[in-house]
């Protein structure tokens, strides 16, 4: 694999940064090619601006299509077509965060809107009819993302009846509405629960996880998401009828009987 391991933690000498360690280390021993992006390390610029794409002269555009215009004139701004060098080299994408508010860190979230920039990772069509190619097609299809955190919640509470939401639905705006949005397949994100308080023998364990979901990364089962374009939704980008009928939610959108 080529993996792009994206970190975003400010402390290198964190759980997070041991963990990360251990699933590169892995990785590089079974000879995967691995490249890092560590955002606090790299001082990331985390807001969108007109520094972002310097070429272009209209005030008056929305950033999506300025951005859209600087990407297809190559004019975006060094760090970010830097990004876009490694997204196109890998084949496996891992983000790597604390869950802060059960989201990102914003240097990450202010990764995800610099570099996922609309012709590069979203905002195309499909040229023999015209249908937006996005949820499992687009540009970034046929890559692979692994979601790794660090939680201070026991797993109990992010389980299906636990008081921060099931996971894989409480990461539904990152998991589906970023990433697999972008055409990427998504694997179960690893969570290290209990972050806060870990023994030693806890963090043994964590770190065996990590290592062992980085290296399976290439054959794990993704989260089956429905697509957008195989007919399972209407033109108003619905849920028909005979899929869960009856049923809402963020569950619906698993695909019956993969879940």
Known sequence: MNVLWVFAHPEQASLSGVLRDEGVRALTEAGHAVRMSDLYAMKWKAVVDRDDFPEETSPRLEVASASRRAYDAGTLSA???AEHEKLDWADTVVLQFPLWWYGMPAILKGWVDRVFV???AYGVTDP???RTLRYGEGMLAGKRAL??????SREPAFGPRGING???????PLLHGTLWYTGMSVLPPV????????SAEALDAAASLVRSKVLSAATDRPLPYRHQNHGDYDGDLVLRPAHAPGETGLAIHYRAGDR
């Open 79 to 81: 760090d970010i077509r």
């Open 118 to 120: 609309k012709g590069f």
């Open 128 to 130: 023999s009819d015209g």
């Open 147 to 152: 979601v790794v955190l660090t939680a201070g």
């Open 166 to 172: 099931q996971l894989d639905l409480a990461l539904f």
């Open 191 to 198: 969570a290290i629960y209990g972050a806060d308080r870990m």
